[in-house]
T-cell receptor
Framework: QQQVKQSPQSLIVQKGGISIINCAYENTAFDYFPWYQQFPGKGPALLIAIRPDVSEKKEGRFTISFNKSAKQFSLHIMDSQPGDSATYFCAAERGSGGGADGLTFGKGTHLIIQP | DAGVIQSPRHEVTEMGQEVTLRCKPISGHDYLFWYRQTMMRGLELLIYFNNNVPIDDSGMPEDRFSAKMPNASFSTLKIQPSEPRDSAVYFC??????????????FGSGTRLTVV
């Protein structure tokens, strides 16, 4: 599987601030880029996803920015809240065209929102 | 919908013993994936099935690992014999496909395996 590189490994943000997590990928065949949120003792849960035909997708306080030429995408969490404290994973997949490869995940970012 | 159901939630076993992890995917989902999560390696894809047929098992670490999907509502991941380095959280996930494209995996809560 091609690698997906995620940064930072850990992040501390004050309540109300903006949390930004970045990912870069190598395989240009990837066409589906989701972000997952994981709480301790739980499985990853789909947060938001984007396909490369758009440069930005927003759902509530969560926004994905996508730069196809740079092969990078990022998650922005606006007005960060203590309940957002979790581990966030970016992922990528060649999800269309008659087949699936399975998600390739970044290593995760441990986000702490300080009250 | 009860989501993806995995059992057991926790498993502690002795080295050399056989371990079987179980998964019930969401009804109607035609893809099923097994992942392993460790601190060192993160989330790794082990194997996945499409319509109960194994498609890619290149992520299975060794012949000690095997997976089956006898029907659309049940899959197992077996480790025989188990070793301490197999200790990890094992996740099952399922996904529907629309016109061949895969969307939105749903993960189970995982099985935390400890091999002593």
């Amino acid at each position: 599987q091609q690698q997906v590189k995620q940064s930072p490994q850990s992040l501390i943000v004050q309540k109300g601030g903006i949390s930004i997590i970045n990912c870069a990928y190598e395989n240009t065949a990837f066409d589906y880029f989701p972000w997952y949120q994981q709480f301790p003792g739980k499985g990853p849960a789909l947060l938001i996803a984007i396909r490369p035909d758009v440069s930005e997708k927003k759902e509530g306080r969560f926004t994905i920015s996508f730069n196809k030429s740079a092969k990078q995408f990022s998650l922005h969490i606006m007005d960060s809240q203590p309940g957002d404290s979790a581990t966030y994973f970016c992922a990528a997949e060649r999800g269309s065209g008659g087949g699936a490869d399975g998600l390739t995940f970044g290593k995760g970012t441990h986000l702490i929102i300080q009250p | 919908d009860a989501g993806v159901i995995q059992s057991p939630r926790h498993e502690v076993t002795e080295m050399g013993q056989e371990v079987t992890l179980r998964c019930k995917p969401i009804s109607g989902h035609d893809y099923l994936f097994w992942y392993r999560q460790t601190m060192m390696r993160g989330l790794e894809l082990l194997i996945y099935f499409n319509n109960n047929v194994p498609i890619d098992d290149s992520g299975m670490p060794e012949d000690r690992f095997s997976a089956k999907m006898p029907n659309a509502s049940f899959s197992t991941l077996k480790i025989q014999p188990s070793e301490p380095r197999d200790s990890a959280v094992y996740f099952c996930a399922s996904s529907p496909s629309v016109e061949g494209a895969v969307y939105g995996y749903t993960f189970g809560s995982g099985t935390r395996l400890t091999v002593v």
